[in-house]
């Protein structure tokens, strides 16, 4: 006799589900016979409906049965993928958790200015009303659109045509836009080392790469004007991984490379917000907006679900992205870019990344005093230009080896070898910390 345990609040779903679930699993087996209603019921102490509501839907569905005057039987179900998907559902599981992470670098939780985005949304909702429904024009709400070219010429002291701003669903989304705008047949210069996503979406949407070695100043222009490459994707305010900044005359040496070669830059300014030495950088854009194209996002500074990006396009490239796109929706949702629009014309973004930035700024204190009272000896690399530095360990024996020794203490740590493309020269024992993800409490609490 077949035994359940069935939820009290849908007992015959409860009971459905479970039959089913041994069904495709092989417990029950094709030409078993199963219980009377009557004999199910006592056995499961339900009623008689009960049994045959879930009877009815398991035959309804194929999995069973009736023959007359012989009661129900099992069908035939072939479903030797159920139990896989069950085992590797349980491995996803099973995935490392680890107290201190310093590779995914999500903003701690309490920073995110949950009232004041409350507040903005009921704003929202209750002035634009039937406007929310509406459908959004594929380069995103002009309010929006307006609100960025404002705070660009605020924060970054870029004069960017608001007409000229393209909104979507997060860099990748944009990255994929992008290459649809240059075309698959164009050879894509990549930093290497990088953070990995960045060409693995460039391939995914087709397009050909080409890694090109970072050095102290970032990207090396040398090795660009001698590739084969048409367009140069680089972040010269904060490179990631290694934190190189580029200085203005490499810049303007990779901007004359891309007019003779008639191609264009992308310049991924992903954290700029966060530079916590000095006065922010002169953006490449700046020096030439009709050869670059500017993109940030506010993944960093608000969080990694908000999947809000935006590039500003030279005019040509514009033209051309309205002659493609035009037809399609914008992949934000209005509800958001309104909310996300008030946040910037009532400066509360700002004072949002006011309080980032001091909150990092003593996050990388903590790191700095804990670094002095280690056991070992620790080398630090750090341009203060975003919210993550280096630290070889020279007495480590490897980069393995160091990563395994931070494991065992409850910390998500990768090398720089970890974001390299292909081989390249970087320092071996070199920890990437990137602390956007943790506080200073922790820092202090941390045991090493």
């Known amino acids: 006799m077949l035994t359940y345990d069935l939820d009290n609040k849908n ?16 417990k029950l087996r094709s030409g078993e016979r199963l219980p009377s209603k009557r004999a ?50 349980e491995s996803e599981e099973a995935e490392d958790k680890f107290e201190y992470d310093f590779v995914g670098g999500s903003v701690p939780v309490g920073l995110f200015p949950f009232s004041v985005w409350a507040r903005l949304m009921r704003g929202v909702l209750s002035g634009c009303g039937k406007h929310l429904l509406e459908r959004v ?4 709400d002009w309010e929006l659109k307006n609100a960025i070219s404002n705070y660009l010429y605020r924060a970054r002291a870029i004069d960017a045509d608001p007409r000229r701003i393209v909104v979507g669903a997060g860099a990748e989304y944009l990255y994929g836009v992008i290459v649809q705008l240059l075309g698959r047949d164009k050879i894509f210069a990549i930093e290497n080392p990088v953070y990995g996503k960045i060409h693995s979406t460039y391939i995914l ?20 004007e001698k590739s ?26 990779l901007i004359k490379w891309a007019e003779k070669r008639d191609g264009y830059i992308i310049e991924d300014d992903y954290d700029s917000e966060f530079r916590l030495t000095g006065k922010p950088l002169q953006c490449a854009y700046t020096l030439c907006p009709d050869r670059v194209i500017y993109m940030n996002t506010f993944t960093k500074s608000l969080a990694p679900s908000m999947r809000i990006g935006y590039m500003v396009l030279p005019p040509k490239l514009y033209r051309k992205y309205r002659s493609i796109f035009s037809s399609f929706a914008c992949t934000v949702p209005l509800f958001e870019q309104k909310t996300l629009a008030a946040m910037l014309d009532g400066g509360f ?25 280690l056991p070992f000896p620790v080398e630090i690399t750090d341009t203060g230009s975003g919210p993550h530095l280096l630290m070889r360990f020279p007495d480590a024996k490897s980069d393995e080896a160091l990563k395994e020794y931070a494991k065992k203490r409850g910390i998500n740590l990768n090398c720089l070898s970890d974001y390299l493309l292909s081989p390249a020269p970087v320092p071996d024992k070199t920890a990437v910390i990137n602390y956007s993800g943790v506080t200073e409490e922790m820092i202090e609490n941390l045991k090493l």
């Open 11 to 26: 007992k015959y779903y409860s009971l459905y589900t479970r039959i089913r679930d041994d069904i495709l699993s092989g």
């Open 228 to 253: 084969s490459a048409d367009i140069v994707h680089f972040s010269p305010s904060h490179q990631f991984p290694t934190g190189a900044v580029t200085p203005v005359s490499e810049r303007l040496r």
């Open 205 to 224: 949407n087709g397009a050909k790469c080409e890694c090109i070695t970072v050095n102290a100043t970032g990207i090396s222009v040398g090795e660009v």
């Open 40 to 89: 199910m019921a006592e056995n499961l102490s339900v009623s008689v409906i009960t049994v045959q509501t879930a009877y009815d839907q398991l035959y309804a569905e194929g999995y069973i049965r009736t023959e007359e005057r012989r009661g129900y039987f099992v069908e035939e179900v072939n479903a030797v993928f159920y139990g896989r998907r069950a085992a590797n559902a």
């Open 349 to 373: 973004f700002e004072r949002h990344v006011s309080r980032l930035k001091k909150h990092f700024a003593s996050v990388r204190q903590a790191i700095y005093k804990k670094a002095e009272t």
């Open 137 to 140: 024009p594929c380069a995103g």
